[in-house]
């Protein structure tokens, strides 16, 4: 039996509020489409075999990705390419998300139908990607809305911030949470219409 590859397994995101956020998406008949933080690509993966046949994929990482994958970027080149032999608009975009010169390449491809920003978590970093990519899309999405430090939570690991950015704005627009974490304390996704 073949081993499937990376960006078809590795899903960062909880399984139930992936599918519902991919019906969310077909149901606003998305055609453009911009992952802040790919990862391996798979969350892109997923959401990009949903949308139609010539729809614009655009995704944003590092080479190596924010944890130091050595195989980050080949894995994200073979998704890439998968989608592209697939019929897709497929654009990768390896930089700094923060970065002037990246969010500069990432217009080229915009406006978006939806932007998913799951990129560093630390408040100053999610406040400028929503800043930079949030203006370019009709939906903003954010993962890790509903993350709470846990109690054996190591000292040393990076505090998920998601969930104060989307606590201040998410009032000023018409929006949905998507969260299916049993405790309700983990993951979660954040959506809002800039419409």
Known sequence: MAVKPKYEVDMAQDENEMRQFIEL???????????????????????ANSMPKGATIVAVDLPTGWGGRSDGQAVLEACFAELRARGYKAHMILGNSLLSETV?????????????????????????????YGPMGRIVAFHDIAWQRKLNWHPTRMRLEVPILWNRIKERFRHQEIKCHPTGQDNGVGILWRD
């Open 104 to 132: 500069e390449k990432a217009r080229q491809f915009a406006p978006y139908d939806c932007v998913f920003i799951d990129g560093h978590h630390s408040l100053a970093a999610v406040t400028a990607d929503w800043m930079n």
């Open 25 to 47: 998406l077909q149901r606003e008949q998305i055609t453009s489409y911009i992952e802040i933080g790919a990862r391996y690509g798979a969350s892109l993966w997923r959401i």
